[in-house]
């Protein structure tokens, strides 16, 4: 049974920090995408950062680049995503993603399309003013 749980949202002020945290379980494959995806009011979801757990850069939205830093950490299953300099237009639900990926390519054709075959956390909300 696949599960990913997020945690760390919350309200802060313009030019703040948050860390979100995810901890997934269930999985069995070797290798992974895992990534954090966000959707305001109004707007469709979309990639934030993405990181493939076989190796590589993640890839950032070039709107958060500079800002979030994207970690994952496979000893316990986790994931991570550090934001700084936090700006109004990052309000959002933020949700945790993970899929099986055998390619260092996927991320970045993951940012620009995601697909619809992601296993989804239940979300955390970021809201900035």
């Known amino acids: 049974h696949v599960q990913l749980v997020e945690s760390g949202g919350g309200s802060v002020q313009a030019g703040g920090s948050l860390t979100l945290s995810c901890v997934t379980s269930?999985?069995?494959?070797?290798?992974?995408?895992m990534g954090w995806f966000r959707q305001a009011a109004g707007k469709d979801r979309e990639g934030v950062a993405i990181v493939y757990t076989g190796g590589g850069a993640p890839v950032y939205a070039d709107s958060v680049k500079g800002r979030f830093t994207i970690s994952q950490h496979s000893a316990n299953n986790s994931l991570y995503l550090q934001m700084n300099s936090l700006e109004p237009e990052d309000t959002a639900m933020y949700y945790c993603?993970?899929?099986?990926?055998?390619?260092?390519?996927?991320?970045?054709?993951?940012?620009?399309?995601?697909?619809?075959?992601?296993?989804w956390g239940q979300g955390t909300q970021v809201t900035v003013s």
């Open positions: 993603a993970q899929r099986p990926c055998v390619s260092g390519a996927q991320p970045p054709e993951h940012m620009r399309r995601p697909p619809s075959d992601y296993d």
């Open positions: 269930g999985y069995s494959y070797r290798t992974y995408c």
